[in-house]
């Protein structure tokens, strides 16, 4: 096996939170980590740490073909690793989500993914080995209330890649989830900048559930109980990358072991009780 040294490692979505800290921790492990942002600002900041970095915008598809063009003309036309993780969560009722603001969600969190990951399987493919590590969701085993939208976009990619890792099987590209579960970030950040940009909670059923919900996206500190630092992802994104047998899904707080367990053994409406609660 190749040092990480020899290896080239893609993240998306690198101006915050998960991102930064997996391409901080590869750099320091010895990886050639290109890592990519949407806005020039961030682009610069990373360039300003000394990581190289490209302007990519998941929900453009112009924007991935231009980047992956000149990832490939500064690596020698070789990628070893993908780490799919930009990506944000739109709250809302599913009744008061628009089919745009719908769009919008699958653009940047699915279609964007699916766009890069098949840009850059011809490349491992010729190379005989790669790995493609998905950044999903504790939201892409089970559904919570208010979240449809975030929900919809992670099932689908759960699906999306268990299919794409069985027809990978003897390329010598390896497949991996990765489930987090509340993680520190700026996802709720986003999510409430996105809430108000789509939803009038004056005119929904849903408008005293909101206040709640108001309250939980800004309020200062952890989201829920057993957050953890993004450096729990890391540990996973490096077993994805470097074990001979990198496991299907990697689970990483407690929630996310709780929440599959339970949607193995739990018939669906007690686990719909179980949901309702949290």
Known sequence: MSSPGDRTVLITGCSSGIGLCVARGLRDRGYRVITTARKAVDVAQLKSEGLESFLLDLANPESIRNAVEQILSVTDQRIYGLFNNGAYGQPGAVEDLSRETLRQQFECN??????????????MRRQGEGRIIQN???????ALRYRGAYVASKFALEGLTDTLRLELQGSGIRVSLIEPGPITSRFRDNAYRMWKQHVDPASSPHRDAYRAMEERLTKPGPAAPFTLPPEAVLKRVIHALESPRPRIRYYV???????????RILPLRTLDRVLKRV
Do not use: D, E
């Open 110 to 123: 699915l279609f964007g993914w699916h766009q890069l990951t098949c840009l850059l399987i011809p490349v």
């Open 136 to 142: 999903s969701s504790v939201l892409g085993l089970v």
């Open 253 to 263: 707080t407690f929630p996310t072991y709780l929440f599959a367990l339970l949607r």
